[in-house]
């Protein structure tokens, strides 16, 4: 069985530029998290889809937002980057309130 | 608002010794608590978790205790294994609510010296 994957595994932007990470979850999964992870730091909760809405969001500014399509699949948008939106970006995916399954994670770099 | 606080830092130990990880948490609702185990550049990966019905849960070398009155919980790692060696997390959430948002303790470096 097919893990979480996500893509690009690693990106490099500029400030001011905008970036769209993509996850897709393990199969049957209709839960989808979104966590950032800045070097050092442990995992902060962005945002949690299900069923294509959301379902409850970190303590992150608007310029965060993201989707989920109907196969599951979703997307995290991050709008006027910042030298501090540098991190590992993590998905997990899940059964409902079920517990949750990380993929590998897309490295940001902003210069 | 909702806090897991994580200790040690880091922790080195002998092969073969055990090791133990404490956390804390804040939201009393909180009714399950996974801990995580993260390799380098590698996403986190779900070790054993414990719902706040249970006391205390083994799998094989790895056990977890709970309690809810003091509001900690604790990793137990036996016989470690230099492969042991990676960065764990532990978490809480209140499942199976809308408020299901995992929060993460700050992490615990684990190395285990051959």
């Known amino acids: 069985e097919a893990g979480v994957t996500q893509s690009p595994t690693h990106l490099i932007k500029t400030r001011g530029q905008q970036v769209t990470l993509r996850c897709s979850p393990i199969s049957g999964h209709t839960s989808v998290y979104w966590y950032q992870q800045a070097l050092g730091l442990g995992l902060q909760f962005l945002l949690w889809?299900?069923?294509?809405?959301?379902?409850n969001r970190g303590n992150f500014p608007p310029r965060f937002s993201g989707r989920q399509f109907p196969n599951y699949s979703s997307e995290l948008n991050v709008n006027a980057l910042e030298l501090e939106d540098s991190a590992l970006y993590l998905c997990?995916?899940?059964?409902?309130?079920?517990?949750?399954?990380f993929g590998d994670g897309t490295r940001l770099s902003i210069l | 608002g909702e806090n897991v606080e994580q200790h040690p830092s880091t922790l080195s130990v002998q092969e073969g010794d055990s090791a133990v990880i404490k956390c804390t948490y804040s939201?009393?609702?909180?009714?399950?608590f996974p801990w995580y185990k993260q390799e380098l550049g590698k996403g986190p990966q779900l070790i054993i978790d414990?719902?706040?019905?249970?006391g205390e849960k083994k799998d094989q070398r790895i056990a977890v205790t709970l309690n809810k009155t003091a509001k900690h919980f604790s990793l137990h790692i036996t016989e470690t294994q230099p492969e042991d060696s990676a960065v764990y997390f532990c978490a809480a959430s209140r499942s199976g609510t809308s408020y299901d948002k995992v929060i993460f303790g700050p992490g615990t470096s684990l190395s285990v010296i051959p």
């Open positions: 889809y299900d069923e294509g809405e959301e379902r």
């Open positions: 414990i719902r706040s019905n249970v």
């Open positions: 997990a995916s899940s059964l409902l309130y079920q517990p949750q399954h």
């Open positions: 939201d009393s609702a909180s009714n399950y």
